[in-house]
C-alpha cells in the first residue's frame, strides 16, 4: 500500500472517530438530541442535558484532537498525490488543511468544554448564557474551521472536474460535500465527519 493510501485510511479512521466524537456532545443517555436552534431556551436545553455525564463531552474533546491530527494526515495525502498534477491545487490543499487542523481543533475543543461547563454549572440560566457568550466569542474558530474543509472539497472537486488529474470526470461526486449536504438533511450528528470517511474510502479506491 501506497504511503497516500496509508494516509487515506487514516483519514478515513480519524472521520469515524471524530464523527463518533460529534455524537457523544449532540446525543444525550436517554434519548435527547442537541438542537442548536433552542440555545435561547434554558428550560429545553435544561431537560436536553440532564442525563449527560460529563465524561461525554471530555472524552469528546480530547479524543477529538487526535481525530482531527489523523484527519489532517488524509488531506496531507491529498496534497501529495495532487503535487503529481498541479502544483497551485497542491498548495491550495496543503493551506486549507492546515487552517482545518488549526481551527478544527480549537473548535472542537470549544464546543465539548461549552458543554462540560453548563453541566457542571448545573444548567442554570446563567450558565447558558455564559456558554452562549463564550461559542459567540469563538465562533472565529467554526468559521475558519469550515473555509477550510469547503476550500479543500470545492477544490477537489475542481480539479477533478477540469481533467487536472488522472481520475475519470464522474469521480467529481467522490467528494464530501455532496455527501454532506445529504446527510445535514437528515440532521444526523457527525455529518460531515461521516460524509469525509466515505470520501476517503472512495479516493483509496480510485487513485
Not at 88 to 112: M, Q, T
Amino acid at each position: 500500500m501506497s504511503i497516500v493510501k496509508i494516509l487515506f485510511l487514516t483519514a478515513v479512521i480519524g472521520h469515524l472517530i471524530c464523527g463518533c466524537c460529534d455524537c457523544l456532545i449532540t446525543y444525550v443517555p436517554g434519548g435527547k438530541k442537541l438542537d442548536a436552534t433552542k440555545m435561547s431556551d434554558n428550560r429545553f436545553l435544561s431537560d436536553t442535558f440532564a442525563n449527560m455525564p460529563l465524561r461525554n463531552p471530555l472524552i469528546s474533546m480530547l479524543a477529538g484532537c487526535l481525530a482531527l491530527l489523523m484527519v489532517a494526515c488524509g488531506y496531507y495525502g491529498l496534497y501529495l498525490w495532487m503535487s503529481e498534477f498541479s502544483k497551485v491545487f497542491a498548495v491550495i490543499i496543503l493551506i486549507a488543511d492546515g487552517i482545518l487542523l488549526s481551527f478544527g481543533v480549537a473548535h472542537h475543543v470549544f464546543c465539548g468544554a461549552g458543554e462540560w461547563f453548563y453541566v457542571q454549572m448545573g444548567r442554570t440560566d446563567e450558565a447558558r448564557r455564559a456558554v452562549v457568550k463564550f461559542m459567540k466569542d469563538t465562533s472565529l474558530t467554526m468559521i475558519c474551521c469550515y473555509i477550510g474543509m469547503l476550500t479543500l472539497g470545492v477544490v477537489l472537486f475542481i480539479a477533478v472536474v477540469s481533467g487536472a488529474t488522472s481520475l475519470p470526470q464522474w469521480a467529481c461526486v467522490i467528494n464530501f460535500i455532496p455527501f454532506a449536504v445529504i446527510l445535514f438533511l437528515t440532521r444526523i450528528g457527525g455529518a460531515s465527519n461521516w460524509s469525509g470517511a466515505v470520501m476517503f474510502i472512495g479516493l483509496m479506491i480510485l487513485v
